[in-house]
Every structure is written in C-alpha cells, then in structure tokens.
C-alpha cells in the first residue's frame, strides 16, 4: 500500500509566477492535511479537507494561497504570484479519519518550494 | 491555546546506548494524544508512537516507548538500543481530541545523531 504521494519533490519558481503543489492520499484516508515547514517557523497547520470538504483553513495565508480537494484521490495546493517568503517545505498528510483512535496522520516525504 | 516545547535542539549517542527525547506541552482539553514523529534527511515525516491522555500506561512500540507524565505535562519518548539510522529530527506533537480536528501542533524538533 503506497503511501501518501506529493509532487513534484521539488519545485523552482520565479517571484510572481504561480505554483501548484499536488498530493495523493492513502487510499482510504478520509482526511488531508497541509503542513507548511520553514526553518524559522518549524512546522505550521495551513488547511485540511475531511471527506474532500474543506473544513479548517485557519493557517493558510489569506492572500495568494488556496487548496482544493476535487476528489477522494488528490489535493492541491496553489500558490498565486510566489514570493520569496513562500520558500519552504509544503507536506501533506493523511488520515484515516479525525476521531477516535484513528486521527494518526502518516506524511509524504513533502515538496520543497525555491522562489527566486 | 495549545503549545509544545521541545527544549533540546540537539542529541547524541553511542551506538547500542538508550536515549530519552524530551517535550513538555500546554492544553486545556482532557483528551488529547502526544505523538512522535522522525524527520528522515529526505524530508519523510515517519510515524513512531503515540500515547493518549487517558490511558495511564507508557506506550511501547517496538524500540520506542515513552514515559507519560500527565501531571507534569510532559512526555519522552525512549529509543533503545539505539542505531546510527535512527538519526534524525524527532517531532513531539499534540493532537486536542475535544476540538475533534485532528489537527497536529508541532514542537520545533530534536536533532539527534547516533554515533557508530
């Protein structure tokens, strides 16, 4: 059973040029996360879907920054007009849902963004 | 609002020896679960163990165990027998289950190098 899947690895962007970040889930998984990882400020919450609607957005910047989830298989995330500040490891999770013993979110192996 | 500190940026060991990760963490729900992550080199966040709040015993899994101080709020996680791949950043985080997000706050991390 593979694991949760994000594309591409690494990403180089120009300032202003937009960037789409893509994650599969493992199959099953009711629930994906986004996590946003810097040097500065470690690991931060951005959004997460639960059966593909979204329901906290409560980290993701309010401008620039948007995710969808058009079906159970794939997420992404979108970043319009990048700026060098976006720099960082974007890793999405998955799990098999948020209650009970089940809310273990398993990692993919993230997508390091470069803004130039 | 919730918290976790990981006070070790950084940790050794000799091959073989057994080594103690610490984290204290602030939450005013009841339930709660702590779990622990490894950050390979690649970026793969890897799941190692949890440990609800209501239940009194330490979890084991494998090598890893932790020592649960509810009191104190804090928790460890044990490596035994530790080996020089299980080198890494280890991550303490903190699941509110009364919020039932299953939304994950992160410590900053401990770098830990075993030494062969």
């Known amino acids: 059973n593979a694991g949760v899947i994000q594309t591409p690895r690494h990403k180089v962007t120009g300032k202003g040029q937009e960037a789409t970040l893509w994650c599969e889930p493992i199959?099953?998984?009711?629930?994906v996360f986004w996590y946003r990882q810097t040097i500065v400020q470690g690991l931060e919450f951005l959004t997460y879907?639960?059966?593909?609607?979204?329901?906290?957005d409560s980290g993701m910047p309010k401008e620039r920054f948007s995710a969808q989830m058009p079906n159970q298989s794939h997420s992404t995330l979108k970043i319009q007009s990048t700026q060098p500040q976006d720099s960082a490891v974007y890793l999405c999770?998955?799990?098999?849902?948020?209650?009970?013993?089940?809310?273990?979110?398993?990692f993919g192996a993230g997508t390091r963004l470069s803004v130039l | 609002a919730q918290r976790v500190t990981q006070v070790q940026p950084t940790g050794s060991s000799q091959w073989g020896e057994e080594v103690t990760l610490d984290c204290s963490y602030e939450?005013?729900?009841?339930?709660?679960?702590i779990f622990w992550y490894r950050q390979l080199f690649s970026g793969e966040m890897v799941f190692l163990i949890y440990?609800?709040?209501?239940?009194?015993q330490n979890q084991r899994s494998g090598r890893y165990s932790v020592v649960f101080q509810k009191s104190f709020k804090s928790i460890s996680l044990v490596i035994s027998a530790s080996q020089p791949e299980d080198s890494g950043t280890y991550f303490c985080?903190?699941?509110?289950?009364?919020?039932?997000?299953?939304?994950?706050?992160f410590g900053d991390g401990t770098v830990l190098t075993v030494k062969p």
């Open positions: 199959s099953g998984h009711s629930a």
């Open positions: 879907f639960r059966n593909q609607a979204p329901i906290d």
């Open positions: 440990q609800p709040s209501f239940d009194t």
């Open positions: 985080a903190l699941s509110e289950l009364g919020t039932n997000t299953g939304k994950l706050t």
């Open positions: 999770a998955s799990s098999l849902d948020i209650t009970g013993s089940q809310n273990t979110l398993y």
């Open positions: 939450t005013s729900e009841y339930f709660y679960r």
